[in-house]
Structures are given as structure tokens and as C-alpha cells.
């Protein structure tokens, strides 16, 4: 025989905004044997999901039916079959597909600075009172921005946080978090007001030059600028050498195409965001200038010991030249030395005024 009972005890559970859970309890110990499936029949028919038609099937006591149509008030009845046939209908289940707007606002809401134009915001929601989760968040801006991912003020998102970019640096920002759902919206959270802007910056510390082998170039090194609320990759560093300008965003500079044994003066400070300017720092460098204040000292009739002020380059090799040269020894063309003196001899000074001329090299 078919089944001889029907399907009792059923209910339509909401589980979000277009889906359903049907349940019920069927009693087959007057049935000649068990039930092999049960068939759901719902009025209006679903256009699409699992129950596209109206009508599906189960070998469980409750199917979720998906794909509704929010606000729609639905028909559903359960029925057992085995194989001799179709048992009779329960009664008929009527739910509204409806739920209510969320019912808490987001808290603990955060706005921190990422860069010169950008923003996160995060926040929490505890939907433990809510009937079911949410569907997404919305951003309200003020002043609102012209453009990036909140344009107009207004954006959306599934998540507990949104970057906020193209916003206008050292202005003050409102904002505030509101969650939705197919019910409706919640409350708004509490205004979060945050400028877009860092506080004082530090100048550069620990400025210092190293002469290059081209001994036309100089290193400057320094220790970075300190500064809060701004990402590492927004701090510019501005070099003035003399009348000249650079920029950078390392904490070392190469200049090149300097003049030998000029001394050059160095300034250099800081800014965030194009604006936030720190004060300078100077120092003066001078570079790969030769040996000075040359002595000479007249030893014989033909030799003289020369002798100098130690040269500011990294390991100077000193040149020696004599005008006329001398007519023997090893100075007829040049004399070199990592000394500070150095003795010529072949001269003929009885006979001659001599002129020394020191240079160095790296």
C-alpha cells in the first residue's frame, strides 16, 4: 500500500534572503513498509533553484529550498511515496520570506591613515540578535570625496573594513558604518572623525659624506626622519648642494660631476606628503683637494727634501713634479709617494730657481 499517513509537525524556517529550510516528521509504523522519498510541492512555483517548478524530491525530512524571491509569501506541502504510490499531502505550510533589518551597529570603528591620500576603515558587528547574517556594509564620507572608492561619499562592501582612497591631504574626515540586509538597514555606528594628516617631522640626523674613487662624486648618508601615521614610502628627503636641487627616498644620495677641491656646502631635510616640511640640516664637504702648504728644505747643491699637510682623500697617492727637472735620479719626469715628504735629488741649484708642484689621487 502507499504510505498511509502524512507528514506532521512542519515548519518553514528563514535562512537568509532567499532561502527557506522545510522540515517535518512523518510516523510510518502503520505502513506496510517504509517511505522511499518525500515530494515538496510549492506554490508560487520558484522560477530557478531547487525547487525550480514547484515541485522536488528528498530521501531526508527536510529540504532547503533556494533561489526565492524575497517578500513573497509561499505555499509548501510534503507528501511520502514508496512504490505503490503517493500518500496524501500535509497540510499546507504558509512563510512569508521576510526578515527584519539588522538589529545592532558596527562598533569598536577604527580610521587609520595609510598614506598621503588613503585611509582604512574596520569596524565590528555582532549579529548574534540578528535573524539572519549581513549582507553588506555601507560607508557614509564627509566631506564627501570627488573621486577614488568612495566617490560621492556613499560606497558598500561585504566586508569589516574598506580602504578609503583619492581623498584630500590634512582635511578631517567624518565617517560612520551601517549594516544591511535583505530586511532593511541598520542604525548607523557613531561618527569616526580622522584628519588626514601627520604631526611634526623630525629633520634627518647623522648627515655625513665619503669622497668616491672618481674623486669628482661624494656618498651622503643619513639616519631617516621620524614621523607617525604616514607609510614609510610618503617620506621625501630634499638635497640642496649649493644651488642645486635633489630628491629621494632613500637614506643615500650620489652626486656626481663635482669639481675637484671645491668645498661644497649640504643641506638637507624632510617632507610628508609634500607638505609636512622638517627643518634642515648642513654640513660642508671638501673634496679630493691635493696636499697643501708644500715646504721645501735644501739638503746638497743638488737635492732638497719637499714635505706637505696630509691630503683629505681616502688613501692618497702623491705626484711631484719639478719645473725644470732634475738631470738625473728618479724625478726627471715625476716622483710619486704615500709620504708626506719626499727628497729629489739631480738638481743643479746653484744654477737654477726651481718650482714643485704636489697633486694627489685616490
Known sequence: DPPSNVPTIMKASVIDCHSMNVSW???????????????????????????????????????????????????????????????????KETNILRVDPPSNVPTIMKASVIDCHSMNVSWVYDSEDDEIGVEKYMIDVEPPPEDGSCIGGTCNTTNSFYILTKLEYNVTYSIRVKAINCGGNGNYSNKEIKSLSVGHVSPPTSLSTSVLTSCDALNITWKPSSYTGIAENTLKYHLKIDSKFYTTYNTSYVIDELTFGVNYTISLSASVCGQEMSESVNISRLICIGGSNLVPQILSCDSVMLSWDESSNINPLYYITSDPPPVSGECIEYCNTTDTSITISGLLINEHEYSFTLKSEI
Do not use: H, Q, W
Not at 522536488?56 to 524571491?69: A, G, H, P, R, V
Open 25 to 91: 516528521v512523518y510516523e510510518s509504523e502503520d505502513d506496510e513498509i517504509g517511505v522511499e522519498k518525500y515530494m515538496i510541492d510549492v506554490e508560487p512555483p520558484p522560477e530557478d533553484g531547487s525547487c525550480k517548478g514547484g515541485t522536488c524530491n528528498t530521501t531526508d525530512s527536510f529540504y532547503i529550498l533556494t533561489k526565492l524571491e524575497y517578500s513573497i509569501n509561499y505555499s509548501i506541502r510534503v507528501k511520502a511515496i514508496n512504490c505503490a504510490g503517493n500518500g496524501n499531502y500535509s497540510n
